[in-house]
């Protein structure tokens, strides 16, 4: 098994866990006394339910506010006319650069490239 294989595992296993653990909270909180962990679960519900949110409404407004970082800090491209514009002088300049006769190009002469070695 691969390094990835196994943090992939791991990652799976600590989903898992945590899932089954926020489905038996939400719908039977009397667990963790029973356990020992609180004595009161009136307000268990409630905040398995708005930490989540929470979490997830703050991972929103960090992602717009990237965004708009992004776009405020990124400088505007340059209008079509100018690319086409110099688009045109690079053909002019290629075109005036051209010897009179065109001569056929020789072939390179082929590189070897060493061969990779397999690994047993």
Request: proline content about 9%; glycine content about 4%.
């Amino acid at each position: 098994m691969s390094k990835d294989q196994a943090i992939g595992g791991a990652i799976l296993v600590a989903c898992l866990l945590v899932a089954v653990f926020y489905v038996i909270t939400l719908f039977y909180p009397q667990w963790l006394s029973e356990i020992g962990l609180i004595s009161d679960v009136s307000g268990v519900q409630f905040w398995v339910i708005a930490v989540p949110v929470f979490i997830a409404f703050l991972a929103i407004l960090f992602i717009g506010a990237w965004i708009g970082w992004t776009m405020a800090t990124t400088p505007p491209p340059k209008p079509i006319e100018e690319i086409t514009t110099e688009m045109q002088e690079t053909k002019e300049e290629m075109k005036a650069e051209e010897p009179a006769e065109t001569k056929m190009p020789e072939a390179p002469e082929e590189e070897k490239m060493p061969e990779k070695k397999r690994k047993p």
